[in-house]
């Protein structure tokens, strides 16, 4: 076996293990439960517990693709345990959001040190080796420029380029598997669709330029931060930007409820609406990536994962959601078969429409809807995961330029599902879908950024009229 071999059966054996070995200890509790049921119960009780913390060691040392699974594991339920065990199980795993098991920072200096050609003495005036956050390819740690500015320095972990290929290869194997599930999915086309976007994560360069694009297009918004980048500084393994302060999304889990729909309707914006106005959008959202701030606006970071969307692509998404709303179920089936995503020899009209009702009700009706984790477990049970696996989408395909859409949407409802806003987010939606005047507060402070942005681009025009000016104070939180 090669080295390489070795390497990627080690990973794939420490994932099973981390669930395997917890469950296997149950099994045995409950066989000595025979004779001492009482404490093979209290055993068995324990194992959510037991199983969510040793996801959290192997998951977190493993990193990468492995540990991006345990960040979503975190946010939905697979079926994998009874409802009065969840809770504890995801608040557990839930520390794979924003931190995880560290590297020691002597390894990390050197790295960055290799990185910067020994500039860093010079480059930064204060650097604290005390990571600010440990996510999926690298750590993030808080320092200040020599010309006084906070900056985030992001530097990828030694060797983890090797572990994402291993991880990716195992993927492809699991996914060949999930094909006896959904024989109609394209798994090959899929694992490829993976293995770029992901590869694209390995070079901070690109991370870079998706900021530095995302900045731009969002700069002065009334409620979105982007952190700006110090391209100088950037290299394939590090990444330094703006130092973004804000608190995490979990403190809003608790909050009134008009903030949470308020900070419910910014994050369907930005991952949603996105796409349409910018035609470009960030594809991994989870709560370790937003920060609440101190004036009411939203700060987003690591746009590591992003993609373009092409006009055509475009266009067809947004008939398909226009013939959803006004009920055309021929008009559904003769784009999903232009797309690729099913055929009329495998599905009815009726099918075709009730799945995309299921799939993007949420926002297709027009009315309040009540986000909790079932409504992100509905979406998953599609899949074939779960409880409750009637109606799946096994006469679909999913294309693979559809991916990493369908894997935002779904993380964004499962971060939903943990704010718990009850909000009409279909009126929000009708201004992408049909072109409609705003109907939110929000929605309006976002017209008025973009006619001045419009505005401002044009020499002979600065924006000076009295609605640039008054456009991010109209949605602060009160």
Not at 15 to 44: I, T
Not at 261 to 290: K, M, Q, W
Not at 319 to 338: C, K, P, T, Y
Not at 413 to 419: H, I, P, S, Y
Request: hydrophobic share 40%; charged share 25%; proline share 5%.
């Amino acid at each position: 076996m090669t080295r390489a071999s070795r390497s990627r059966a080690g990973r794939a054996a420490r994932f099973g293990g981390a669930v395997g070995a917890e469950a296997a200890k149950l099994a045995v509790h409950q066989a000595v439960g025979v004779v001492s049921p009482g404490a093979s119960a209290d055993r068995a009780g324990q194992f959510p517990a037991l199983l969510a913390d040793r996801l959290v060691v192997v998951l977190g040392s493993l990193r990468g693709v492995a540990m991006k699974l345990g960040q979503l594991l975190s946010l939905i339920d697979a079926g994998l345990l009874p409802p009065s065990e969840r809770e504890l199980f995801q608040e557990t795993l839930a520390r794979l959001q924003d931190s995880a098991p560290v590297v020691p920072w002597p390894r990390m200096r050197a790295h960055l040190e290799a990185e910067l050609g020994g500039r860093s003495a010079a480059v930064f005036a204060e650097f604290d080796p005390e990571p600010v956050a440990a996510a999926s390819i690298g750590q993030v740690y808080r320092a200040r420029l020599a010309d006084g500015r906070d900056v985030a320095v992001k530097v990828q972990y030694p060797d983890i380029e090797a572990a994402v290929r291993a991880d990716l290869k195992n993927l492809r194997t699991l996914l060949s598997v999930y094909r006896l599930i959904h024989p109609a999915l394209d798994t090959a086309a899929l694992a490829d669709e993976l293995e770029a976007r992901i590869g694209e994560e390995l070079d901070y360069r690109l991370e870079a330029a998706n900021t530095l694009r995302l900045a731009a297009a969002y700069r002065d918004h009334p409620f979105v931060r982007i952190p700006d980048v110090v391209s100088e500084l950037c290299t394939s393994r590090v990444l330094v930007t703006d130092y973004l302060s804000g608190r995490p999304l979990r403190e809003a889990y608790s909050a009134p409820p008009a903030e949470r729909d308020r900070i419910a309707e910014i994050l369907f914006r930005f991952y949603c609406g996105t796409p349409y106005f910018l035609r470009f959008y960030s594809a991994d959202p989870h709560p370790g990536n937003v920060l609440l701030r101190d004036d009411g606006t939203v700060g987003f970071i690591d746009f590591g994962l992003c993609k373009a969307v092409d006009a055509d692509t475009a266009e067809t998404e947004l008939a398909a959601l226009r013939a959803g709303i006004d009920g055309d179920s021929e008009r559904i089936v003769a784009l999903m078969e232009a797309r690729g995503f099913a055929s009329r020899s495998s599905v009815s009209r009726d099918e075709a429409y009730a799945t995309l009702l299921r799939v993007f009700g949420w926002y297709l009706r027009d009315g309040e809807v009540s986000f909790t984790p079932a409504v992100a477990n509905d979406l998953v049970a599609l899949l074939g995961f779960g409880a409750n696996r009637t109606g799946s989408v096994r006469s679909f395909n999913l294309p693979a330029e559809q991916l990493l859409r369908g894997r935002t949407e779904l993380q964004l409802v499962a971060m939903l599902g943990q704010l718990r806003p009850r909000t009409n987010l279909h009126v929000v939606a009708r201004e992408w879908i049909f072109g409609e005047e705003p109907g939110t507060e929000l929605g309006r402070a976002h017209r008025d950024w973009r006619e001045c942005q419009r505005v401002g681009s044009a020499p002979s025009s600065p924006p000076t009229s009295e609605t640039c000016q008054s456009a991010s104070r109209s949605t602060e939180t009160r």
